[in-house]
């Protein structure tokens, strides 16, 4: 005869039990212990986009980014952008970074900032490694609907990096993923926000919509239904918040999570694209580019207010974690305690 002398929720939890309590326990660590890294936390305090300077002082050599230190004092952990203006403009200010349009419908606009200081890159080298990228911007000027991918957006490994503001992009070699979007007060593409990855060494960074595909082919990963033709688009004057989560998995996957919020956007003011990409190009990243084109198929002026880079995730035990640890060792301590007094 076996009878329980415990508590009724200990008795449940018989030799059957003692595997999943582990297993949960072990769950609740790994959600409880991460800790991110920031890289960049950038909120053009100081109205410079080419923080830090030229001239720093020991031990600071870089003149890229400041890779989770504020070397000169500004409070902002920064990064170099280098811009392809095609006639339109950059102005930096206290915080605000504006980049507007070219007007005249024939050249393309297109800023790039490299995250991570040269010789480094965020590299998602084991399970659960994580990095969130968030940028945040106001457009003004947006136009009328039209069918258009021409507002991109990609974060990628570089092949190479330009030295300063005004030098042209590498031609070939990025691997990573970029958004091939639709701007316009209402969306006018069928995929307005459709998730892609760099084909084999693309030729340019989003310039030709077929070096992006799917999984290299030319395609789309996916598309948020609610991204579609005849859905709520761009608002001038309103603020967007575009956020990046690479998580690499179990299986050497990577969960690649694009989402756009703010306004009305798609109708319910987000759009969000999620694909596990089981055989993906690359687990390193150090590029962030946007290259809304040109005024007359997106916005005239893009207000961008906050660059911020975390990752990847480490996991390190916290006092919640140990709590959780000797809550899990006690309950099974109770189970066995129990199938040996209750024995008879």
């Not at 409880?32 to 031990?59: E, H, K």
């Not at 092949?159 to 992009?169: D, H, K, Q, W």
């Not at 961008?304 to 390190?316: A, D, I, R, S, Y």
Request: charged share 10%.
């Amino acid at each position: 005869m076996y009878r329980c002398r415990l508590l009724p929720t200990v008795c449940l939890l018989s030799s059957v039990h003692a595997a999943a309590v582990l297993a949960f326990v072990a769950a609740l660590l790994i959600c409880s212990s991460s800790q991110a890294t920031v890289i960049v936390d950038n909120t053009f305090n100081s109205g410079l986009i080419t923080n830090p300077p030229i001239a720093l002082t020991a031990p600071y050599s870089t003149t890229y980014s400041e890779n989770g230190v504020d070397q000169d004092g500004s409070g902002d952990i920064t990064s170099l952008w280098t811009v392809n203006n095609n006639g339109g403009s950059t102005t930096p200010s206290v915080g605000h970074m504006v980049s507007a349009m070219n007007t005249n419908g024939t050249s393309s606009y297109q800023m790039t900032t490299y995250f991570t200081a040269p010789g480094t890159a965020v590299v998602l080298a084991n399970p659960g490694d994580q990095m969130v990228l968030t940028w945040v911007f106001t457009p003004t000027g947006v136009v009328a609907q039209n069918t258009s991918q021409a507002f991109d957006v990609a974060v990628v490994d570089s092949p190479v990096r330009v030295a300063t503001i005004n030098n042209s992009l590498p031609t070939t070699g990025y691997a990573g993923y970029a958004i091939f979007g639709n701007m316009g007060t209402t969306l006018g593409a069928s995929n307005s926000f459709a998730l892609k990855e760099a084909i084999a060494n693309p030729t340019d960074l989003m310039s030709t919509s077929g070096n992006w595909g799917a999984n290299g082919v030319s395609g789309t990963l996916t598309n948020d239904p609610n991204a579609t033709t005849g859905k709520t688009g761009y608002a001038s004057g309103t603020q967007y918040t575009m956020t990046w989560t690479l998580t690499r998995g179990m299986s050497n996957d990577l969960m690649v999570d694009v989402k756009m919020v703010g306004g009305s956007i798609g109708g319910t003011g987000t759009v969000e694209d999620t694909y596990d990409d089981t055989s993906p190009n690359s687990f390193t990243y150090d590029t962030f580019s946007f290259r809304p084109n040109k005024g007359s198929t997106t916005a005239t002026s893009f207000d961008t207010t906050l660059f911020e880079v975390q990752g990847p995730l480490v996991n390190v035990p916290e006092p919640g974690s140990l709590i959780l640890l000797g809550l899990g060792a006690g309950a099974l301590g109770l189970i066995t305690l129990g199938r040996r007094k209750v024995a008879e």
